[in-house]
């Protein structure tokens, strides 16, 4: 089945303790990114990357960092995490980078920092 | 500033009634818009695409219209279930480069039996 998965699903954790959220593709997609969802607010761009080892700032990247290493993963890592990290996150991808391409969306991670 | 606003925030219906969720947005370059449906706990799922020339487009009972002009879009859901329960996000992609998405914070739905 094409999809994009993510671990962990749900993830409480205390400020300043690193961690990874991963996320894998099975559709050899080359357009991968992170976005972040808040209540009353739009999803946001955190990375993105148009293909391996190829990675860019979206529009709130702070406090995170990315690395794609091969084409079908795109970890999400938080160094330091803080309280203001706490979010719902959606890894993506979609065939190609141009706006005519479907991105499909993983399940989520609901992170809470403490 | 590219936005997309879209209302109401929230709408709750009786199962088997239509709704209409409306969608404004300002990005520009225009490239296409989609709408999603993110279901609770999952990741959103897109329902249609409308690019410039485009006015209407169906999916199932799911109709969207565009105008370019006004920069206005609807997502009209006809004889509502159960399962359209979910969030409604209108999301515009601009010309800039690559696939750059905006996202409208969206419409909660609830279908009422």
């Known amino acids: 089945e094409a999809q994009v998965t993510q671990n962990p699903r749900y993830l409480i954790t205390v400020t300043g303790k690193k961690l990874t959220v991963t996320c894998s593709q099975n559709m050899n997609h080359e357009y991968m990114s992170w976005y972040r969802q808040d209540p009353g607010l739009g999803l946001r761009q955190i990375y993105y990357?148009?293909?391996?080892?190829?990675?860019d700032k979206g529009d709130v990247p702070e406090g995170y960092k990315v690395s794609r290493k091969e084409k079908r993963n795109f970890p999400l890592i938080l160094e330091s995490p803080s309280p203001n990290q706490t979010s719902l996150y959606f890894c993506?991808?979609?065939?190609?980078?141009?706006?005519?391409?479907?991105?499909?969306f993983g399940p989520g991670t609901r992170l809470t920092v403490t | 500033k590219n936005q997309v606003e879209q209302s109401p925030q929230s709408l709750i219906i009786l199962e088997g009634k239509n709704c209409t969720l409306q969608c404004n947005y300002t990005v520009s370059p225009f490239s296409n818009l989609r709408w999603y449906k993110q279901d609770t706990g999952r990741g959103p799922v897109s329902l249609t695409i409308m690019t410039f020339s485009e006015n209407t487009k169906s999916n199932g009972r799911y109709t969207a219209t565009l105008d370019a002009d006004t920069k206005q879009s609807s997502l009209h859901i006809t004889a509502s279930q159960l399962s359209d329960s979910a969030s409604y996000i209108c999301?515009?992609?601009?010309?800039?480069?690559?696939?750059?998405?905006?996202f409208g914070a969206g419409t909660r739905l609830a279908v009422h039996p």
């Open positions: 999301v515009v992609s601009y010309s800039g480069g690559y696939n750059k998405l905006i």
């Open positions: 990357s148009m293909n391996v080892e190829v990675t």
């Open positions: 993506a991808s979609s065939l190609g980078a141009g706006a005519g391409y479907e991105q499909y």
